[in-house]
């Protein structure tokens, strides 16, 4: 695949919308259920459990909200603006974000644009001029759309634990992101 943006959506620790929610420990955690928002999230979340938390908790998919279903030793892998709704739901609550950064002391990108074959290189150029205006543009979105989230700071958020450009630092977590997949 090639990359054809120098932007991502990514974060340098704590993210806030990446997390498994639980109320038992992590030692104690039996089953896991995996959002079915995101394969790069249910990826993380299994390297973690396999080789930073050093569990085997058994990963069920599903493809529906199961969030409210949650008994003792379950815990759920919930992403993006849901998870700020489990923040005082669960005790025990794991940024993955902030657990890979503490693993690896690298950042983390959950997403990129990239396409499967090489583009002109006048596309890649003009794609990073329309994310770039986007991003700086953050601003705009949170004096807008603040009032729709009134129990979340969408500055702190958008600002401070979102971090957008794809510098080698996230480039290198990524090759070993995806090398921890193939190899498992």
């Known amino acids: 695949f090639n990359i054809i943006s120098d ?6 620790g704590q993210v806030d919308t990446v997390c498994l929610y639980s109320n038992v420990p992590l030692k104690e955690i039996e089953k896991i259920f995996l959002d079915f928002q995101s394969r790069t999230s249910v990826e993380l979340i299994k390297i973690l459990c396999r080789e930073y938390w050093n569990i085997k908790p058994v990963f069920v998919d599903l493809k ?19 998870a700020f709704l489990f923040n005082k739901k ?4 794991y940024d993955l974000s902030y657990h890979w950064k503490e693993y690896t002391k690298l950042p983390f990108v959950f997403a ?9 290189p006048s596309f890649s150029s003009d794609f990073n001029n329309i994310i770039k205006n ?13 009032d729709d989230y009134p129990d979340i700071d969408l500055k702190d958020y958008l600002k401070n634990k979102i971090s957008y450009v794809l510098d080698e630092k996230k480039r290198k977590s990524m090759r070993i ?4 997949i193939n190899s498992s």
Do not use: P, T, V
Not at 177 to 180: A, D, I, V
């Open 134 to 146: 986007g991003f700086q543009s953050i601003d705009d979105i949170i004096k807008n759309r603040q």
């Open 112 to 120: 990129c644009w990239f396409s499967n074959k090489n583009l002109d």
């Open 64 to 82: 529906e909200e199961y969030y409210n279903y949650i008994s003792k030793k379950e815990a759920a892998l919930i992403i993006g603006d849901r």
């Open 90 to 93: 669960y005790r025990y609550i």
């Open 177 to 180: 992101f995806l090398s921890k």
């Open 7 to 12: 932007y991502c959506i990514g974060s340098n």
